[in-house]
């Protein structure tokens, strides 16, 4: 390989595709989250490790005073503080030689810590849960699913039956049938 192979090697992730499946559409506060990682290889290539990642990060709106010089006082304006309140790296594989067209899948089992906020999303607070599927490879940017936006709902709701949902075909989030928005990105219900 020349020198220009190894360049390019170097800043492109492997050709792998990754994919994430979840066991099921709501998970509730204090339970496993279940599903997989799915990987099929479109190359040849010796991976360091395969793991899931899942954050829950809160975004809230606030209003600072800030030091505007073109008018030359002091003006509100809106901005959102964030902050991860829980990050989790779990390693579904270590080391492994993935070969070219040959599928695998990595199921795994994350515990959702009891005393994090459910998903919640309001004019001026978002807690939002997400997940993706990587495969790392030393000396390579990692190759990583699509972020999945995950829904956790407070241990109470989990236990009353669920009405119908759907998923939303513009942002694919999932919301109850009753509705006929979309409660996060406000497209019709399609379905």
């Known amino acids: 390989m020349g020198f220009l192979g190894k360049l390019k090697e170097k800043v492109t992730p492997p050709n792998v595709h990754v994919s994430v499946t979840l066991k099921k559409q709501f998970f509730s506060i204090g339970e496993n989250l279940e599903g997989a990682v799915q990987i099929l290889p479109g190359e040849e290539v010796d991976c360091d490790e395969i793991r899931c990642e899942i954050a829950c990060t809160e ?3 606030k209003v600072k005073r800030v030091y505007s010089p073109s008018l030359k006082k002091e003006v509100e304006q809106e901005v959102w ?3 991860v309140l829980f990050s989790s790296k779990p390693q579904l594989s270590g080391p492994v030689h993935l070969s070219q067209g040959v599928a695998l ?3 795994f089992s994350v515990p959702i810590p009891p005393h994090l906020p459910p998903s919640m999303k309001s004019l001026d607070r978002r807690v939002e849960w997400s997940l993706k599927g990587v495969v790392a490879v030393k000396g390579r940017p990692d190759a990583a699913s699509k972020t999945v936006e995950l829904v956790v709902v407070p241990r109470e709701l989990a236990q009353q039956p669920q009405p119908s949902t759907v998923t939303c075909k513009y942002c ?6 009753s509705l006929d928005r979309c409660p996060n990105c406000g497209a019709p219900r399609t379905a």
Do not use: E, I, K, L
């Not at 694919?172 to 049938?177: H, I, L, N, P, R």
């Open 81 to 83: 503080d964030s902050a």
């Open 172 to 177: 694919g989030a999932v919301y109850s049938q």
């Open 105 to 107: 899948s990595f199921p």
């Open 59 to 61: 975004r809230v709106r």
